[in-house]
């Protein structure tokens, strides 16, 4: 009796197996390129990875709890939260977390900001967050701005906006080309033929 | 023909009390305005004390029964939300101050001032004052071979909106008048 059969009976399941594990490997690094549905994901101990998870594939420090992202310190303390009532993606090769329509909120004791975009990006690496398109910013009562793109630098916590700042100011209708809102020094700067209208 | 009138540095420190009407006899009218537009470069506003800082050729333009617009690289406003007011505003020199009135007579007067130290201006007010080498120039206009015209010279210079008044301390004024027309208003009083 001829073992030719067995041989290639084998080989074949060989190379079945082989393309099998080539296509779950592959599967398994593009696994964060795809959806990131909030309500799949519980990040509770703050980015360190689950088990099973490899190290470095999550952003360090944020929680995702429902339609929420909450950003948090080193301490566990509340830095800002983000909601969208769509779902957020992550981003592997840049190491970005997107969303859309969103409604992004500085939760730093008495540093209070909220930004509503249609889009937001978050630099997992930099601590950068940014914004675009349809932006309200507001920064307290009588503080609400419209603007084209503004980012949220981390450590200073300062928003820094720009593309036809906006803003209704007790009578004024202000007009620039750049805005800063400090929420440590409680201080709005604006740049770039500053124009206040009575309106 | 023109006659002009020049009178000498006050020794003291006087009010020199212009009437910008030019009408005998014309009662003082108060009126009414508001800042209606600020342009500048930068504008930091400190939303705790309500001050906002702007800088880069700053120009504010007060509108009323008359047209007045002030320039600094410099002015400090202080600013009310609960009265919706623009409390006052302190300009870092050189500051210049333009004003055109329009009076019910259909007379004007283009009043161009300046100083090189700071001016302050209240919206509620409505009075700027000027210090530091003061120098101010009233036309009237359309600016006419006949019409009046006058420059000032003075420490300080107080511009009253409301009552269309110019104050000077320690001042200088040359005039030049048209000898049928004369306004018994415009003058010095030490």
């Given amino acids: 009796m001829s073992r030719g059969p067995f041989v290639r009976i084998a080989v074949g399941v060989a190379a079945v197996l082989m393309i099998a594990t080539i296509i779950y490997a592959l ?53 800002w939260s983000a909601r969208s009532p769509a779902e957020f993606r992550f981003d592997e090769a840049s190491r970005s977390l997107t969303g859309s329509n969103i409604v992004w909120e500085l939760k730093r004791g008495s540093q209070t900001a909220s930004i509503a975009a249609k889009r937001m990006e978050v630099g997992v690496e930099s601590g950068e967050v940014r914004f675009a398109d349809g932006i309200t910013l507001t920064a307290g009562k009588a503080r609400q701005f419209a603007l084209g793109r503004a980012r949220v630098e981390p450590g200073t916590w300062k928003v820094v906006g720009e593309g036809g700042v906006r803003w209704a100011w007790g009578r004024f209708s202000v007009t620039a080309n750049t805005l800063v809102v400090d929420t440590v020094n409680k201080r709005i700067c604006l740049r770039g033929d500053v124009h206040l209208a009575q309106q | ?91 870092q020199g050189p500051v210049t101050i333009d004003v055109v009135t329009k009076t019910p007579e259909g007379k004007q007067w283009r009043v161009s001032a300046r100083c090189s130290d700071s001016a302050t201006f209240s919206e509620q007010t409505m009075i700027a004052v000027l210090k530091g080498n003061a120098h101010a120039e009233a036309t009237g206009l359309p600016r006419l071979e006949e019409m009046e015209s006058a420059e000032y010279d003075g420490d300080t210079m107080t511009v009253d909106l409301k009552k269309h008044l110019l104050t000077f301390t320690q001042a200088h004024i040359n005039a030049e008048m048209a000898p ?7 003058g010095a009083k030490h």
């Fill in chain 1, 27 to 79: 599967r398994g690094a593009s696994r964060y390129r795809g959806r990131l549905r909030p309500t799949e994901y519980r990040y509770g101990d703050l980015g360190q990875p689950k088990s099973g998870a490899k190290s470095g594939r999550l952003p360090a420090g944020l929680e995702v709890t429902g339609p929420e992202i909450t950003k948090r310190d080193e301490k566990g303390n509340a830095v």
């Fill in chain 2, 1 to 91: 023909m023109k006659r002009a009138v020049a009178l000498g540095t006050a020794v003291a420190s006087v009010a020199l009390l212009v009437s910008l009407t030019g009408a005998p006899g014309q009662k003082l009218q108060v009126l009414h305005g508001s800042i209606v537009d600020i342009y500048a470069a930068e504008v930091v506003v400190d939303w705790m004390t309500g001050v906002a800082t702007l800088t880069g050729k700053v120009r504010v333009e007060i509108k009323g029964d008359y047209d007045a617009n002030m320039t600094a690289p410099k002015v400090t406003a202080t600013t009310s939300q609960e009265k919706n007011q623009v409390l006052s505003l302190e300009a």
């Fill in chain 2, 180 to 186: 049928q027309a004369p306004s018994p208003e415009a």
